[in-house]
């Protein structure tokens, strides 16, 4: 009898453990077409000619190339002022810690159009930065100057959240095991804390890069030429409608896909592994 019980236990957790992800697998797969049904039917239902005249066309192809310069630009930048505030952020509390985060975390949620006109107050031909770096030679508005700082300021926060993460993962003892052992807080960091969190701070520099490719709002205000491709995108669907647009569109989403896909695919191999 007690044989005949646990087997009946063991077969409604069964069910209950099988029910339990179907629901799971469900709801995540509803998710899943949500994105991607409106993605393949740009690519896969816009007018063939159409796709490779827009692949063939200079104005097409030049846009693209602008905006995957002006985004890894942007990511080196993002990495150099970035990674070390998080590691500040992730090993040492001071004044103000919290403001200091929630700021850093603010232009997500700030619209982006009106991350713009901030920029454009201040790095602006006739505002304070604009003035400075003007008589230097460097202009931000209309400019490729212009892109990277609009990328940089709506992009930067994925790539410092993500590499504090990493970071707080990374066992502080480790850390002071080196430094007895004579390693000054360079080396503890390039040696030690570095290698450890790197799978985290790649993580935030994916995410920078693709949230400046994607950027549109803050980059129409500040830089409007020369033209990223979320920009003609939106020039050619004002101007010439929808027919217009939507390969521009297809061959984003394509270049996007293949090279974030493809990226993902050998992080998760390498992480298999190691």
Not at 7 to 16: F, L, T, V
Not at 168 to 187: C, F, H, I, M, Y
Not at 242 to 257: D, G, M, Q, R, T
Request: aromatic share 12%.
């Amino acid at each position: 009898m007690a044989v005949v019980k646990k087997s009946e236990d063991a077969g409604r957790k069964s069910i209950i453990r099988y029910r339990f992800l179907m629901l799971f697998t469900l709801l995540g797969l509803i998710i899943v077409l949500f994105i991607l049904i409106p993605l393949a039917k740009v690519v896969f239902l816009s007018d063939k000619e159409s796709l490779w005249q827009a692949f063939i066309d200079p104005t097409t192809i030049n846009s693209i190339l602008l905006t995957l310069g002006a985004a890894l630009i942007t990511t080196a930048i993002g990495f150099i002022f970035g990674v070390p505030l998080a590691y500040m952020l992730a090993r040492y509390d001071f004044p103000l810690k919290s403001v200091v985060e929630g700021l850093i975390d603010l232009p997500i949620v700030v619209p982006h159009t009106a991350a713009g006109i901030a920029l454009l107050f201040v790095f602006g031909r006739n505002y304070l930065l604009g003035k400075w770096f003007g008589a230097v030679g460097v202009q931000f508005v209309d400019s490729l100057a212009g892109i990277v700082i609009a990328m940089l300021f709506v992009s930067v926060p994925f790539l410092i959240d993500s590499a504090k993460e990493g970071f707080k993962k990374v066992d502080v003892r480790l850390e002071n095991v080196s430094r007895t052992l004579g390693a000054s807080p360079w080396q503890v960091f390039y040696r030690v804390t570095f290698p450890l969190a790197w799978r985290s701070i790649l993580a935030g520099n994916l995410m920078m890069w693709a949230r400046g490719i994607s950027e549109f709002g803050a980059i129409v205000i500040l830089a409007y030429y020369p033209m990223v491709t979320p920009t003609l995108i939106y020039q050619r669907f004002e101007s010439y409608g929808l027919s217009k647009a939507i390969p521009v569109a297809a061959i984003l989403i394509l270049v996007c896909a293949f090279i974030f896909i493809g990226v993902r695919t050998l992080l998760h191999s390498r992480q298999k592994d190691d």
